[in-house]
């Protein structure tokens, strides 16, 4: 968590990733992190492979490197995390530097940071090249259930109003002197979330009458549908696709 | 149903919330095809809970609302929620889809029209409201101004009876204003117009309502309601410093 | 707290999203009901159509107040994670689908969170604290005086339990699941004497932001609507005015006495993570940082250990347990304690008809 969550990852491009339909997209990145984290950690080399597969995506989208490294950094809590794991997992020591190491907790911590990093690197490209909007279509595609999606829709649709009103609330709030310092002052910023709760419930009440008011009765009414040719479901495939050949030799091997 | 069915017939319309509170106490009005009507009142008096009425978000209290002769009521909700078109006052309230075009073809896409006649209505009333280049846009991404012309624009793509708009004027620079002024002028529809904007109101509509305390306190030509002291004082109502209705020539 | 990719192994992972599903499957058709109870009075037709735009809003609220920064000390900051406020506030199946919906998003636009992970990540931070946030909160308020503050304590206390009971869920995942053979005895140790202290701040914030919503619109309380009052209505045809709506009033007395309590309940809880007291707000952040610190310390202590080659599994049953029982029993004895303290202080002020003490 962090103040990561407020900037969009989003790139407007005209790459062929950018081009393909969104579902495709969401399915190929989900199937390609499960491939990825079914790997066994002992297969490096099929980690750098990843890491190539993904590269190479990259490029096709136009994604600069520098941008994806940069979005890597949501993970620095996680690699804290493993960084610490050789210390203090337990099991065979070795002694590295004349610290003792666990064996398992260096192993442990590569898989995470392998994982992980593909993990975050393959949503940021997913992100980087799919608008919010055909996201949701895609989502919608994928047969995730119609209510969730609307839910889904309705927050980023007002996620910037409310997060609007948060700032101007903040600023009411400052420009009469108050600076939330410490323990002490939880209870106005709580009042703000309150507050925040209630015109946010309430805006929530007066779309429903706008919504109602233009014959909404339950569902939303289908106004755009994505589809996909086989073709681009191939397209698409060939990342997850690639990543299983690695992941089977990186089994058998 | 007459040869000369009136878009909007309210009678005896009266309505508490249950908490007790009761807002309205017998309304009685009507107006005829293509009129544009302002509804003015002060705070409090009910201007909102008589709008939400009249497509049948609220009911259950006693009187009735007939629009161009159909009943508000359930057995033809769906009609009547297509013929009344409100535009409310916050158009974030209203714009509540990703994008402008999806947002206008919600209401009719709701009525179940499709493809090509869908796109045309979108096209056609965005076209109207002048905000044909944005329809890919974000509502969030836009103007106040454009995005209370886009809420219009919602309504209008339900080719309504009756347009209903809840404080247009309110919170628009004085070219936006104006230039809503201009698109509702251009309109051959039945409009009401909820406004505290009094010279908005003598500037657009020939006719006037004042709704105090939950009852219609005067009906009558917008200018000569605004001209008259005594009453405009008895309902809280105040022209703008230095505004006089008698020097304005009135384009109706 | 967001797991990534590789965190967990690939079967509990895809167990954790089967888990999710379901409770999102039951939350779908929960959330309808919950959201068409508390639709506007005098509405013409309302029901499950409330359900998007309501939960849309409540996820975007939730959304943002998670960015709500709360100054701890100096330089440090805490936020809401919202679990329990959102139970409270608009029901827990309403919640469950809120806090889903966050997690989705942050997973699939910020890279927040891994996919495959985000069964893990909803089981823990969207089931679990609402779940257990809620059965505290309604298990309290059963046997706590219809007073609005009751709603307050309950919030507190719901709040407090659903943090730490989260970081339990995650071990128990971590414990089936987990990638790499750290003891789960530490992990246990380490995630919920954490997540007691975050728990805390989560605690007085939840009460707070419920105390806020419910001073101005008690209505609007999923958790407090059978306090809410009915009133008359209905006159007809002459100029009535409507009866103030009248509030239910709070009494003073015990009030001190209540954050006496309260206080001692946190000071205790404090005092047994004291070991690991430092204000970074997100947990398993800290549970890195505190390790690091272990080990610089105690590096001899891990080094000496008499361990060969046994797997995660059998090592850490005993310590694991211990670690457990011991966060379980301070929950339980926070709300037993507080049930008790009620209970009597009820039967002396003879107050309300008796009900079930169902904790």
């Avoid at chain 1, 608008?131 to 259930?145: A, F, V």
């Avoid at chain 2, 009344?84 to 714009?95: H, K, S």
């Avoid at chain 3, 919030?155 to 971590?174: D, N, Q, R």
Wanted: charged share 15%.
């Amino acid at each position: 968590m962090g103040a990561g969550h407020a900037h969009r990852l989003y790139r407007h491009g005209h790459s062929p990733v950018h081009a393909l339909p969104p579902h495709t997209k969401l399915a190929a990145a989900l199937l390609f992190v499960v491939v990825v984290v079914s790997t066994p950690r002992e297969a490096m080399w099929a980690f750098a492979l990843y890491a190539v597969l993904l590269a190479g995506v990259a490029h096709h989208a136009r994604v600069p490197a520098g941008f994806l490294l940069k979005r890597l950094l949501i993970e620095v809590p996680f690699v804290a995390f493993a960084v610490l794991m050789p210390f203090v997992a337990e099991g065979e020591q070795v002694r590295v530097l004349g610290l003792s190491l666990s064996v398992n907790g260096l192993w442990g911590a590569w898989n995470v940071l392998a994982k992980g990093t593909l993990g975050v690197a393959a949503s940021v490209l997913l992100a980087a090249t799919t608008e919010l909007r055909e996201l949701l279509l895609g989502l919608q595609r994928l047969k995730l259930p119609p209510l969730l999606v609307q839910i889904a829709s309705f927050m980023i649709r007002y996620g910037d109003v409310i997060t609007d009103e948060m700032r101007r609330m903040r600023i009411a709030r400052e420009s009469r002197g108050f600076e939330a310092r410490g323990v002490r002052h939880w209870g106005v910023l709580a009042k703000s979330a309150g507050a925040l709760f209630i015109r946010s419930y309430e805006r929530g009440e007066r779309v429903h009458l706008a919504m109602m008011s233009r014959g909404y009765a339950g569902a939303m009414p289908v106004i755009d549908e994505v589809t996909a040719s086989g073709a681009q479901w191939r397209r698409a495939l060939t990342l997850p696709c690639a990543a299983l050949v690695v992941c089977l030799l990186g089994w058998v091997l | 149903m007459g040869p000369v069915t009136a878009s909007l017939e309210v009678s005896g319309l009266a309505f508490a919330y249950p908490d007790g509170h009761q807002a309205l106490f017998g309304v009685d009005f009507s107006l005829a095809r293509g009129e544009r009507v302002a509804l003015l009142g002060p705070n409090g008096a009910g201007k909102t809970t008589l709008v939400l009425h009249l497509n049948g978000i609220l009911g259950g209290g006693t009187g009735s609302v007939t629009v161009a002769g159909l009943p508000v009521g359930k057995q033809h909700m769906a009609a009547i929620r297509q013929k009344v078109g409100i535009v409310f006052q916050d158009p974030d309230d209203q714009l509540f889809m990703p994008t402008v075009r999806e947002d206008v073809a919600f209401g009719p896409a709701a009525a179940g029209i499709r493809g090509a006649a869908l796109e045309e209505r979108v096209r056609g009333a965005l076209e109207r409201v002048g905000m044909q280049d944005f329809a890919d846009r974000p509502p969030h991404h836009l103007s106040f101004g454009q995005r209370r012309r886009v809420a219009v624009a919602t309504v209008l793509a339900m080719e309504p009876e009756i347009l209903v708009l809840d404080e247009p004027s309110s919170n628009l620079d004085p070219a936006s204003r104006r230039e809503l002024a201009d698109i509702l002028r251009s309109l051959d529809v039945t409009v009401l117009m909820v406004t505290h904007d009094l010279p908005y109101a003598l500037e657009l509509c020939p006719r006037s309502l004042i709704l105090s305390e939950g009852v219609i306190a005067a009906d009558g030509p917008t200018g000569e309601l605004l001209s008259d002291d005594t009453l405009m004082r008895a309902h809280r109502l105040e022209l703008p410093f230095g505004f006089d209705p008698a020097s304005v020539t009135m384009g109706a | 707290m967001h797991v990534p990719d590789g965190f967990i192994d690939a079967p509990t992972s895809a167990i954790t999203g089967v888990v999710a599903a379901g409770a999102l499957a039951v939350s779908l058709r929960g959330a309808r009901r919950e959201l068409g109870a508390t639709s506007r009075a005098g509405e013409a037709e309302y029901g499950g159509e409330r359900t998007a735009p309501l939960a849309g809003l409540v996820a975007a609220f939730i959304f943002a107040v998670q960015m709500l920064n709360f100054p701890v000390a100096a330089g440090t900051s805490g936020h809401l994670l919202g679990g329990a406020l959102a139970a409270i506030l608009v029901g827990p199946y309403t919640a469950v689908l809120c806090v889903s919906v966050v997690l989705l998003m942050q997973g699939v636009l910020f890279a927040d969170g891994g996919l495959t992970a985000l069964g893990v990540n909803i089981t823990d931070m969207a089931l679990v604290t609402t779940v257990v946030s809620y059965a505290v909160f309604r298990g309290l308020l059963a046997v706590l005086p219809r007073k609005r503050r009751s709603v307050t304590v309950a919030s507190f206390v719901a709040a407090l339990v659903s943090v730490p009971a989260a970081a339990v869920a995650f071990t128990l995942i971590y414990a089936v699941g987990g990638t790499t053979d750290v003891s789960i005895g530490k992990v246990a140790t380490a995630m919920i004497g954490v997540h007691v202290l975050i728990g805390i701040g989560e605690a007085v914030i939840t009460a707070l932001t419920v105390g806020a919503v419910i001073a101005v619109r008690p209505d609007l309380v999923y958790g407090a609507r059978g306090l809410r009052q009915r009133l008359r209505l209905r006159v007809n045809g002459t100029l009535v005015d409507a009866p103030a709506p009248t509030t239910p009033v709070a009494a003073r007395t015990s009030r001190r006495t209540l954050w006496v309590t309260g206080l001692v309940t946190s000071l205790v809880l404090a005092g047994f993570v004291s070991f690991y007291a430092s204000s970074n707000p997100d947990g398993l952040e800290k549970v890195a940082h505190d390790k690091g610190i272990d080990e610089k310390t105690e590096e001899h202590a891990a080094a000496g250990s008499p361990l060969a080659d046994y797997g995660v599994k059998d090592v850490s049953d005993a310590r694991l347990s211990g670690g457990l029982a011991g966060v379980i029993g301070v929950g339980v004895t926070v709300v037993a304690g507080s049930t008790v303290f009620w209970a009597l202080r009820r039967r002396r002020s003879a107050d309300v008809s008796p009900v079930d003490t169902g904790v």
